[in-house]
Every structure is written in C-alpha cells, then in structure tokens.
C-alpha cells in the first residue's frame, strides 16, 4: 500500500490538510465566538464603532482622539447622543474604514476628526495596523479594499477562519476571565489618569527637540497615500452633507506648523468641514499638569478641553 | 523575495513540483532559472554584478587547476580581487568617503572624494564569500574545478541560501547538484518540519520582538534603562530567531529537494563562554573565518601575542563584513576582545573550577550561561543600534535601569513577547538538554506527529506577525 513515494506523500498530505481545514474551522468559530461576545475592552468597543455606532456625534481619530474628547461632556452641553471611534494606534485609512460603515447605518449630524501633525507623513506601520478590521471583514466585505493595504494578498489570508483572529488570544482571554476588572464603556472615552511633572515634561520636550532634529527629513515627508484618505473622509462626509470639524487638539509641545497648515489647506477645498487648531492655545500648551505624556491630555485636561469644544460646537455649529 | 511571504509560498510549491516532474538532467537549469528570478525579485539589475563574478570565478578556477608554482597563485590573487573588489565599491565605498568626509571637515577641507548613488546588491557578502572559498578550495586541491558553467552556477546561486548562507563549500554542495536525486518521502517530510521551524521562529518570536525593539531603538532619546535593556535583551533573541528561522527555512526548502545545506546555529544562547558561542552561532561563517582568515594568519600556533593578535584581527573583519558602519566595527572589536580575554584565563578557570570540585555543577553552568548571554547581548546593542551616537545614547540611558519600563504595544503586545520567549526556550532547551526525549514530530505514532505539526501551523496563525519585513541579515 502507497509504495510509492508520491503517492505516499501526496496521499497523506492531503490527509493532513484536510486535518488542517477542520481544526481551522472549529477553532476559527471559537474564537469568532470568543470575540463577537467581549462584554467589556477595546475589542467591545471596536465591535461597537464598526458595528453599531448612530449617535449625532462621532469622533474619530488615534489614540489622541480616544483620550482627548469625552463624548459625556460633550452630550450633555450640546444635548446631542456622541461616541468616540477613535483607537489607539490608527491612522486615517482606519478613521475612512469606520466612517463608510457608520455613514451606511446612520447619518450623524456632527463628525469630529481628530488629526496631528504626523497624520498625513510617511509610515508604512499605519498601513499595517489595519489588522484590526480583519475579524470584521466577514460581515463586511466592504472593508477587504482596506485590509489590502496591509498587503495584496490579505484577500486570501481571510480563506483561513482563524487568522483574521491572530493576536487576539490573550486579550480576549483576559477580557473574558477578569471582565469585572475592566472599566465600563465610557462612550469610547479612555482617559489618562496621570499626571506630567514639570521635571519630566521639560525632559521630554527636550528629548523631542532631539529626536526630532535628528529625523527632520523624515518626518516632513508627506505620503501621497495618506492625503487621499483624508480627501476621501472629508469627500464622504462633505457629499452627505454632514458638518465635519478637523482639530489639531492640544500638544504640550508644538509638532510640525507646516504639516499642519497643510492639514488645514486640504479642508478648505470641502464645504461643510471646518479646520480648528488648538495645538497654539495658551490654555494647553507647555501646561503640564494638565497632560499625562508628551502628546496626551489627561482626564483634567481632556475634560477642559471637551467643555471648550462642546462650548464652540453649541455656539457655531448648532446654531448655525 | 521574502521567506516569509505568500509569494515565496507560491514560488517554492512551482520550483519544487517542476524539480522532480522534470528529466534529472535539467535540474540544474530550473534550479538556476529559478534562483535568478528569486533574485530578481529584489533589484532585477543586481544579477549582473553577481554575473560578473561568477563568470570571472569560473574561468579562473579552471585556470588555477591547470597551473603550477606561482601562476596559480597570482590567478588566486585576481580572482580574490575581482570578488574582494565588488564588495568593496558596493559596500564599504560610501562608508570610505564618509570617513574622508569626516576627517576633511575637521581639517576645513572640502571632501574630495565623490558619492556613489548605488544600492547594496542584497546578499553581496553572503555571495562573496561562498564564492571565494570555491577559488580557495580549487587552489589548495581540495575541490575540482567545476566544468559544467551552469551547475557552478547554481553554486553560488542557489536561491535557498543565495541571500543570507548557510554559506557552503564547495566540496559539500557542488557533488550534489550532480547526484540523480529520487524524489524521497522522507526528505519531504524532514525538510517541511525544519522549515515550519523557521517559519515559528521568524515569525512568532524574531517579528513579534522586533515591534518592541524597533520602538526602543529608534527612539533612543525616550528611554529609559529598564527599556534598553529588555530591547537589547529581546534583540538578542530577535536576531538569532531571524537568521537562524531564516537557515532553517533555506536548509528545508534544500532538504525537500534532496539537498543538504550545512547547519548554521547550535542553541547559541546555551553557550557556556564566548568561544562555544562561536561555535554555536553563525557556524558556516565562522568556519569560513577559521579556514580562510584564521588559520592562514598563523591560527593557534604561533606566540601567545600574535595568537591574541589573530583572534581580535578576525572579529574585527567580522564586524565589518557585517556592515559599512563603526557600529559593526565595534560588535566585532568587543567580540574579539572578549575572545582574547577568555582564551587568556581560560587555563586559570578551569584549575579553580576543578579545584572547587565544581565540574558539572549546575548552579556554575547556569552561571557561564547567564553571563556569556549577558556579554553577547552588551555587543548587540551596538549591532542593532542605527548609529554610533544612538548606540552610545542607549548605553548611557542604562543608568535609569529600574525605572518603570516602556510597555510597546501594551500589556497584549508585552503577553505575546513574554509567550514567544517561553516557546522558544521551551524547544531549545528540549534540543539542547533532552535530544532524545519528547520527540514529538518523529513520534513513532501519527496523532502525535501530526497534531504536533498542526499546533505549529496554528500557533503561527494565531500568534504569528504576519507583516513583520525582511530578514535582518538580507542587508548583509
């Protein structure tokens, strides 16, 4: 029996895939299951922006944007619903990604894009972190022209039902077995509880300019790529007729002016989209206390600072 | 074209299948054909330099078979030239002229010397070398000249080590290209479990690590001690599981062809002083180094001084074979010091652990192993660091150690790190200390090896970075 040694071979092999197919199956289910019933957690709250968002208004954006604007603060001064889609380590081809769904379930009256002066420059990593979508692109095949960007043949990586889940053991994991440790949803919002001493910032401003001075070629360069996304977002929103605000939220120190002006130029060419740049007011910049690193507020700063936003949007926007 | 890509999935399943579909004797050619478009891939215009050499080697070979006395050795000294003079220009050239540049700014003098706007052919050293050991062997009369053009080739172009070694002998590969390789079950088999072996390695462990890494080193003005030294700690064992997935990858890949590539890596971090390390780490280069630089340099057996004086002369070529910049300069330099220091009281150790009656203690084993990991990982900072001031930036951060530590991409990014260390370790260990117990992929029953192997393929799937770039040493 199977004497030869293609047949042996090619026999058990195709044995083995189909070994391969089923594990593949049962366990891409399970963690499906695992993933789609997360109570709690930034998973939650990404099945939630992707999936069920509709409130008037949305905020979009990175890290800066998940803990800069509280959606609560903002609700109550404006007496408009609001959540915050915005998550850590995204970029703009993500913010387009979340922004064609919602506009499919709901029109939003307000959409806020948080930006920084990195957001349109050149790194490939922004690209990559588009991982995040995968899990959903079954629901939503709309998304597969997004995860293409992480490679071409990410399309086909999606045949398996268990890598759309890769890294995401441990914290589904976590979050199923510690759920009552994990804070509640606070509309998107994740405040930074620390505080920045005067020493460390004025340490970490330092070591910026540094940096900075060192990857000054670098960083300036814009990415063609990046500026259509943003043209993309705003075309949408502005086609849709919806009001968008593109801030530049407060930095402890200022990054790039020119990057920015830059930001600002390209919303000028949409109507509907307003540019406000906080990184100059006075209120924030070289305030430590009111930051909890180098480019994040914390919850003191982030509260002032949604109170002034909802303020201007009561007084601008909504009577207007 | 990258071991970890679809691309070289696809790639490899059509090589292989025309291997063994087509007649055995134009192996040679497919096998060729192949490696050039796998070359290719990268810079298409870059073959015509490797085309050069390998024109140049194979004539010169022949040439030096034929001649006695003094001619052959003047055809050795060219064709070392030819080899020596292309990677010169390619990769030290603008390195030179920096230096020039340097030293002529300090003297206000304007640089003389022009740039050269040209890439680094992608494994021109890997290429070089294995093709001057072929010249070397040819001339001491250990190998024949390669008559047939293409399979000498082939050779040096082999696409499985062709950018990143093993770099072979002539005497172990050439033969087998000649050999009617049958296609083997077995060979299959062994080949595709070294290679998912690889893929584990590169992918699970060297690309996960890198995330951390590559925030700490380059941002080296944000960290603080505790954070440089995880990353060096974790570049340590980054840079073994890249190169040494990437030889299991070539060595399979090799295997399942019914080709036997040399090893290239012993459980390094198992080395008990820096000598075993090198015994154990990059083994076909540093046997390339002992063969060709080492022993001809006089090796061992000449004064204690000129000794010492060969060991740090090696490293340091070794550094700069590495890389055009003072970074490798000084990882080889610190190599070899560390050489000349433990060949110097190595006498001294052994009589104190002998007269301790500390032979085999467990506690000392561990010991060397620690600080043998310790001295290698302080060398890797310099190696992985993007400049000399950067490196030198990391080291001075190392006063903060036990500060708070950076947490990378967050307490799941750190949690897939800390597994991907575990694993490693858990297999290694397994290699290095129980070689005989739980075989579980040469298991005598089928479940075992097969649910063996489709853990591995899932823990890829699962825990794997499946965007994680090239192979470290693709640049060398």
């Not at chain 1, 199977?2 to 083995?16: D, V």
Request: charged residues 20%; hydrophobic residues 45%; aromatic residues 16%.
């Amino acid at each position: 029996m199977l004497s030869n040694p293609y047949s042996k071979f090619f026999g058990r092999l195709l044995l083995f895939l189909l070994l391969l197919l089923a594990v593949d199956f049962l366990l891409g289910n399970a963690l499906r299951l695992l993933f789609f019933n997360q109570k709690k957690g930034q998973i939650a709250q990404a099945t939630y922006s992707i999936d069920s968002a509709n409130e008037d208004i949305l905020i979009f954006g990175s890290s800066r944007a998940v803990r800069h604007y509280n959606p609560r603060i903002i609700a109550d001064i404006t007496s408009l619903t609001c959540y915050n889609v915005g998550r850590d380590g995204q970029r703009i081809p993500f913010y387009c990604a979340v922004q064609e769904l919602a506009l499919q379930r709901k029109k939003p009256k307000l959409i806020i894009l948080d930006m920084n002066a990195t957001e349109l420059t050149v790194d490939p990593s922004k690209f990559l972190k588009l991982t995040l979508l995968l899990p959903y692109c079954k629901n939503h095949p709309e998304l597969v022209k997004y995860i293409e960007e992480i490679s071409r043949f990410e399309r086909y990586k999606l045949y398996s039902q268990v890598y759309p889940f890769n890294s995401y053991l441990f914290i589904m994991l976590f979050n199923a077995l510690f759920e009552e440790k994990i804070e509640a949803d606070d509309f998107g919002f994740q405040p930074l509880k620390r505080t920045l001493s005067e020493e460390q910032a004025e340490k970490l401003i330092q070591k910026k300019i540094t940096a900075d001075h060192r990857n000054s070629a670098i960083n300036q360069l814009i990415d063609p790529k990046s500026v259509a996304y943003f043209n993309q977002f705003l075309k949408l929103a502005s086609s849709e007729n919806i009001k968008t605000l593109v801030v530049i939220s407060p930095e402890l120190d200022q990054e790039s002016k020119l990057l920015k002006s830059q930001i600002g130029d390209i919303c000028k060419n949409y109507s509907n989209v307003e540019f406000i740049d906080y990184s100059t007011s006075v209120k924030y910049h070289a305030q430590n206390e009111k930051f909890a690193d180098l480019f994040h507020l914390n919850e003191i700063g982030a509260n002032e600072f949604s109170s002034e936003l909802a303020q201007y949007i009561q007084k601008n926007v909504r009577n207007h | 074209m990258l071991f970890n890509s679809l691309e070289f999935v696809i790639f490899y399943l059509i090589v292989t299948c025309i291997y063994f579909v087509i007649p055995y004797r134009f192996r040679w050619f497919i096998l060729l054909a192949s490696s050039c478009y796998f070359y290719m891939a990268f810079v298409p215009i870059y073959i015509l330099i490797l085309g050069f050499t390998i024109v140049v080697d194979y004539f010169v070979a022949i040439e030096i078979e034929k001649q006695t006395g003094k001619g052959k050795k003047v055809l050795l000294i060219c064709s070392l030239i030819a080899n020596l003079g292309v990677l010169v220009v390619f990769k030290y050239y603008n390195f030179f002229v920096d230096n020039v540049g340097f030293l002529s700014s300090q003297l206000f003098i304007k640089n003389p010397l022009p740039y050269l706007e040209i890439l680094l052919p992608i494994g021109l050293s890997f290429h070089t070398f294995q093709a001057m050991s072929y010249n070397i062997e040819v001339y001491r009369g250990n190998q024949k000249a390669e008559k047939h053009f293409g399979v000498y080739s082939l050779y040096v172009m082999f696409y499985p080590q062709l950018v990143a070694g093993p770099i072979e002998r002539p005497q172990n590969v050439l033969h087998q290209f000649h050999k009617k390789i049958e296609f083997s079950y077995d060979n299959m088999v062994i080949g595709l479990r070294i290679m998912l072996w690889g893929f584990i390695k590169k992918l699970i462990v060297a690309d996960r690590l890198s995330i951390y890494v590559d925030s700490v080193f380059n941002n080296p003005d944000f960290h603080n001690g505790t954070s440089v030294a995880i990353a060096a700690f974790f570049f340590a064992i980054q840079i073994y599981c890249d190169f040494s997935g990437y030889s299991d990858i070539a060595i399979g890949s090799a295997r399942t062809m019914g080709i036997d590539l040399m090893t290239n890596f012993k459980q390094p971090y198992f080395a008990r002083s820096i000598k075993d390390f090198w015994g154990r780490w990059h083994i076909s280069l540093s046997t390339w180094f002992r063969d060709y630089l080492y022993i001809p340099l006089g090796g061992s057996r000449v004064s204690e001084y000129r000794k010492y004086f060969n060991l740090f002369l090696v490293f340091m070529v070794s550094g700069i074979w590495h890389g055009a910049n003072w970074t490798f300069v000084i990882w080889g330099a610190l190599h070899g010091f560390y050489r000349i220091i433990g060949t110097w009281n190595e006498t001294f150790r052994k009589r104190m652990i002998s007269k301790l009656h500390l032979e085999g203690n467990y506690i000392v084993y561990g010991f060397e192993i620690a600080f043998t990991l310790c001295l290698v990982t302080l060398t890797w900072i310099f190696f992985r660091a993007n400049s000399l001031q950067d490196a030198f930036t990391l080291l001075a951060n190392l006063k903060s150690f036990g500060e708070k530590p950076f947490l990378g991409d967050g307490t799941n990014g750190m949690a897939h790190c800390i597994f991907a260390i575990l694993v490693l370790l858990a297999i290694e260990y397994k290699l290095e200390f129980l070689p005989k117990r739980f075989n579980l992929t040469t298991h005598p029953l089928r479940a075992v090896r097969w649910a063996t192997l489709t853990a591995g393929i899932f823990l890829i799937l699962i825990f794997g970075v499946f965007n994680g770039g090239q192979f470290i040493y693709f640049q060398f």
